[in-house]
């Protein structure tokens, strides 16, 4: 028997050994025998199409995945390609099941590798696992309840497949869990109710599922989320109040399912709210006071509902609301002078607000120099173009409104940002605006359908340095193309059913030299087509049906990329070209 001094300096010694040992194979320990076994079992397992091709049987595994010091398997990532791995047909039943003897394993990552079959329930074994990432692994099949024996779970991440059936209630065993993201499968029933006991989760999303009934209002009581999703459900009814509770939940989801009810304004005490999307449910009433007090609050969007009444005021009080979606309501009224109170948005400096295909009437405030994209289409504006829209305005669409005046609204800001705009649809009369000549951003501008009948095309307009597309069909102008010589940069240009009268002007047609696509069917142009049309050499779509045109059509050889050529109802010297 040894004396206990020399039992010490053993252990001593030993503890140096290993210590070498382990700095010595620290950088490559041959792999675990019976690792490597487990391994090649798995590719067995599969159809290789390459993805295999590194794992040969002889090789040391820890080449082709991770390893700890000791040669033990920790961490497996499969990505394989588009087309996926695909079950060994004489694997059935037991596919995947041997890394369940990977008793080191951390991590295990499945990138298309598809199983057509359910969860090994041998991955219970996986007492390591902290992370479980399978994407397009198509499980099919119920949750195995053995998925609560994977004590170290931090991360649980299916997604894309067919498993079926509810959320065990297992999953609250996995005390560690902090990532529960089980989306695009076909989950359905009831969540469990003990989900509160999973006092690190930080992300539930169960998205893309079939999960109905009521959104349960013990999700309430999971306090540690920070991310709630259970977008694209079949979740009905009112959203419970208790969801107010999460005071560290940043994002809530709960757009595409059938939602009704009122927005609870108990959502207001969730403070640390930053998104909220509720888009394409059946909520009614309006946007309650509390969300206001939400300071971090960048993105609400409740599209596709059944909101109702007037935008409130109290709309401007948001601290940081960056994004309001709205669009597709039952919303009236008219839009509040409060909403250029909106902050702007760090990252693009600019408000996005959705409006459109709501009954929203008056005329709009000149309060809009913070918004960057205004889609308010198809309502019931009236009024004039508020010009603040051209401080930030990007992307602004007013069509299918009633705006019905051109009396100037505000004044134009000495360089304006505005690029796209659609003005079409609206009952504009008199001249096409002068300012729009001085809107030098203007990239698309669409003034169809209005009632323009004064004025002509300002030549200043069509010359505007960046425009690209000009459309003003359907209008009354009853005048005549501009004469001069200009510089456009325009390469679609409709001017159909405008009551233009008198001939092309010579200088007209050099003025496109970037022209693809012209309208100027419908018209009351006469005289011949001046031959320098041939110089449009990018032209290839040209419709001048319908006007009273004369004399021989032009030499068009050089408009090799002309697929629509329309001259019919005009007065020309037969033969008439015609394409298609
Ligand atoms: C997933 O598996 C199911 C059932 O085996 C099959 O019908 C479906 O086509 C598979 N989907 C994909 C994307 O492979
Ligand atoms: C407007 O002009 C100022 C000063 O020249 C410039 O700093 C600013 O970026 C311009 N804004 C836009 C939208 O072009
Ligand atoms: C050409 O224009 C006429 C009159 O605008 C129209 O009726 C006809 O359908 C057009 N032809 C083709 C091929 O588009």
Not at 32 to 46: T, W
Not at 50 to 76: K, L, P
Not at 539 to 563: I, R
Request: aromatic share 8%; hydrophobic share 40%; net charge neutral.
């Amino acid at each position: 028997m040894r004396s206990g001094r020399e039992a010490w300096a053993w252990a001593w010694t030993l503890t140096a050994v290993a210590m070498l040992l382990g700095s010595a194979t620290a950088q490559q320990a041959a792999c675990n025998a019976a690792d490597a076994a487990a391994l090649q079992d798995f590719k067995a397992d599969f159809l290789e199409n390459g993805v295999f091709a590194a794992w040969q049987a002889g090789a040391d595994c820890c080449s082709f995945v991770t390893c700890n010091a000791a040669g033990r398997v920790t961490a497996i990532v499969i990505v394989a390609d588009r087309i996926g791995v695909f079950p060994n047909p004489n694997s059935a039943g037991r596919v995947g099941a041997s890394l369940g003897r990977l008793e080191a394993l951390q991590s295990l990552t499945l990138i298309g590798v598809r199983f057509f079959g359910p969860i090994p329930r041998a991955w219970k074994a996986l007492s390591s696992l902290s992370t479980l990432y399978v994407s397009l692994g198509n499980f099919t099949g119920a949750i195995p309840a053995e998925i609560g024996q994977l004590k170290s779970l931090n991360e649980l991440l299916l997604y894309v497949g067919q498993l079926e059936g509810p959320l065990p209630a297992a999953v609250c065993q996995l005390a560690l869990l902090q990532r529960l993201e089980i989306e695009s499968q076909q989950l359905s029933g009831e969540l469990p109710s003990c989900l509160p006991k999973l006092t690190r989760l930080r992300t539930l999303s169960l998205a893309n599922n079939r999960l109905a009934g009521s959104i349960p209002s013990a999700l309430g009581s999971v306090g540690s989320l920070e991310y709630l999703g259970l977008n694209n459900n079949l979740y009905s009814q009112s959203i419970p109040a208790t969801l107010g509770r999460l005071s560290k939940l940043q994002t809530l989801r709960l757009n595409d399912n059938r939602l009704s009810g009122f927005i609870p304004p108990a959502l207001g005490d969730a403070a640390s709210l930053m998104e909220i999307n509720l888009d394409d449910n059946q909520i009614t009433g309006s946007i309650p006071y509390s969300l206001t007090m939400l300071r971090n609050l960048a993105s609400l969007s409740c599209n596709h509902n059944r909101l109702s009444g007037p935008i409130p005021r109290h709309i401007g009080d948001f601290q940081s609301l960056t994004f309001l979606g709205l669009s597709y309501n039952r919303l009236s009224g008219s839009l509040p002078a409060e909403i250029g109170d909106l902050q702007v948005s760090a990252t693009t400096g600019t408000v996005g607000l959705y409006i459109d295909h709501n009954s929203l009437s008056g005329p709009l405030p000149n309060t809009l120099s913070n918004v960057g994209t205004l889609s308010a289409s198809y309502n019931r504006f009236t009024g004039g173009f508020p010009l603040s829209l051209c401080v930030s305005g990007y992307n602004v669409d007013l069509s299918h409104n009633l705006l019905d005046s051109g009396a100037q609204v505000g004044t134009l800001p000495r360089n304006s940002s505005l690029q796209i705009l659609d003005l079409s649809f609206n009952l504009l009369p008199g001249a096409i605006p002068s300012w729009l000549s001085s809107v030098t951003s203007l990239t698309y501008l669409d003034i169809s359908n209005n009632r323009f009948n004064a004025g002509g095309i300002p030549a200043q307009l069509l010359a505007l340095k960046n425009l690209d597309t000009f459309k003003a069909a359907d209008n009354r102008l009853r005048a005549r193309l501009p004469t001069g010589s200009f510089q456009s940069s325009i390469t679609f240009l409709d001017l159909h059913n405008v009551q233009l009268v008198g001939s092309v002007p010579a200088k007209f047609f050099p003025s496109f030299p970037n022209l693809m696509y012209l309208d100027m069917s419908r018209n009351g142009l006469e005289g011949p087509l001046p031959s320098n049309i041939n110089q449009l050499i990018r032209l290839f779509h040209a419709d001048l049906s319908s006007n009273k045109l004369v004399g021989k059509v032009p030499d068009l050889s050089a408009l090799t990329q002309l697929t629509y050529l329309n001259l019919s109802g005009n007065a020309f010297q037969a033969p008439v070209p015609s394409i298609p």
